[in-house]
């Protein structure tokens, strides 16, 4: 097997992805309980305001924008983090790819922002953060995006203290990524045949 996942086949990757979010769902779950107890662990999945969500949606575009730019921009050596997203999402389903990225989004954030950032404070929380994605380490340039994504989302957990606003930020970053990086694969193929 080739080095951070490359020569993969899809479903190992997706297996590995479930083992791993799986084991996120019991260190973040865990750790709320212990550090916040119940209610406060209930406290941090309260209804987020308006004002929040639209502040999610604010960073969740920004981070999608820079991205985008990034790749259209700045050169592709810079940002090869081996294929894996490519072969993750490559061939995912629509229904799938929005469950992976909820999933994600949900178990990152609250494992993150809801039990480490408590603690750690969202600098080294941002820095734990871009340091666990190890396949971009590499990259200067993903390692700085990884981080500042991090530190915003971290701000937004910090605005209200609830969960849902980076939650959501999350996961639109992600899924509008995947479907973005779905649509360009497929535009590939189609001028391959």
């Not at 080739?2 to 865990?30: E, I, R, S």
Request: net charge negative; hydrophobic share 50%.
């Amino acid at each position: 097997m080739k080095d951070h996942g490359q020569g993969m086949d899809p479903a190992m990757l997706q297996l590995n992805l479930w083992l791993t979010q799986g084991v996120v769902l019991v260190l973040a779950a865990g750790g709320s309980l212990w550090m916040h107890g119940w209610e406060s662990t209930l406290a941090l999945f309260s209804r987020p305001s308006f004002a929040g969500i639209g502040w999610a949606v604010l960073v969740a575009i920004l981070v999608v924008g820079m991205s985008i730019g990034m790749e259209r921009f700045l050169p592709q050596r810079w940002q090869d983090d081996g294929s894996i997203n490519e072969q993750l999402f490559g061939q995912m389903s629509p229904l799938m790819t929005v469950l992976v990225c909820a999933v994600v989004g949900v178990t990152e954030e609250w494992l993150f922002r809801g039990v480490i950032q408590s603690f750690a404070g969202n600098l080294w929380t941002s820095v734990i953060f871009t340091l666990v994605h190890t396949r971009y380490l590499r990259k200067p340039l993903l390692v700085a995006s990884l981080f500042l994504t991090s530190w915003l989302l971290g701000e937004l957990y910090s605005y209200e203290g609830n969960l849902w606003l980076p939650i959501i930020a999350h996961i639109l970053v992600d899924l509008t990524l995947a479907f973005y990086l779905q649509s360009i694969l497929k535009r590939r193929k189609g001028e391959g045949e």
